[in-house]
């Protein structure tokens, strides 16, 4: 989260007032609230405290406080912390800024059943170190949910195609580019772990939680995001 880490916050703070729209009906995200709901409620009944990790404008974290859960949203980009305020209801959920380069979540140790990373570590400078950190703040048998690209989807080889393009431009040409492509190579440019599952788990275990199974995952299927679930044993 270091050097990258303020481009990203940058990225996405300049999304911020139109990234909620994302999630209404037919847009690219109208999905994820519900295919996140349905795997916490089979991994955590309420009542249970959440830790909604990049949480945005807050639209995941507003679709666990309905369903009676706690909710702590936290995020580095002070843009969309702003924006899940304006749309959130006043004292239903906990909006936490964080530092860019973070190393230690500003959360006790065993404070939360869930930690929810909807897309997220895709955008990490030390994604193990962040395994850790929720291990930490995680109480015994509680769970990190977590959705990481598909490196099988035929959408990540494009995207593998765009980096290498977009290693090979410089300044000057990509400045022509039209303001859509230039923000598709820009969210490329973030979005740089592509790991195979079996590293992601990986890094689980090595943070002392093993995977759990969790309905419409998209493990073994073509699905641009795989849902993980990894529960804390110690």
């Known amino acids: 989260m270091s050097n990258d880490g303020e481009y990203v916050r940058r990225l996405f703070d300049e999304e911020a007032a139109s990234w909620s729209e994302r999630y209404e009906r037919g847009r690219p995200l109208s999905g994820r609230p519900t295919r996140f709901l349905n795997a916490l409620l089979t991994l955590k009944q309420p009542p249970a405290t959440i830790l909604d990790l990049g949480c945005g404008t807050g639209n995941l974290a507003r679709a666990f406080a309905m369903r009676g859960y706690e909710v702590f ?9 702003k924006r899940a305020h304006e749309l959130s209801p006043k004292g239903k959920i ?11 979540l500003p959360f006790k140790e ?13 955008y990490l400078d030390d994604s193990e170190m ?13 769970v990190v949910l977590c959705t990481v690209p598909n490196p099988h989807h035929p959408i990540r080889y ?16 990509f400045s ?13 440019r973030a979005s740089r772990n592509r790991y195979p599952l079996a590293r992601w788990e990986s890094f689980a275990a090595q943070a002392h939680m093993h995977t759990v199974p969790v309905p419409d995952s998209g493990r073994g299927m073509l699905t641009p995001l795989v849902l993980l679930a990894f529960r804390k044993t110690c």
């Open 73 to 81: 949203g936290a995020d580095v980009a002070k843009a969309m912390l």
């Open 94 to 104: 906990s909006w936490i800024p964080l530092r860019v380069g973070w190393t230690k």
């Open 110 to 122: 065993s404070q939360f059943d869930v930690i929810v990373a909807s897309s997220v570590f895709e």
């Open 130 to 142: 962040t395994l850790q950190e929720c291990c930490r703040t995680l109480r015994t048998g509680g």
């Open 158 to 173: 494009a995207e593998a195609l765009a980096a290498f393009c977009l290693d090979k431009l410089n300044q000057e040409t």
């Open 176 to 188: 022509r580019y039209p303001a859509r492509l230039r923000r598709y190579f820009d969210y490329v």
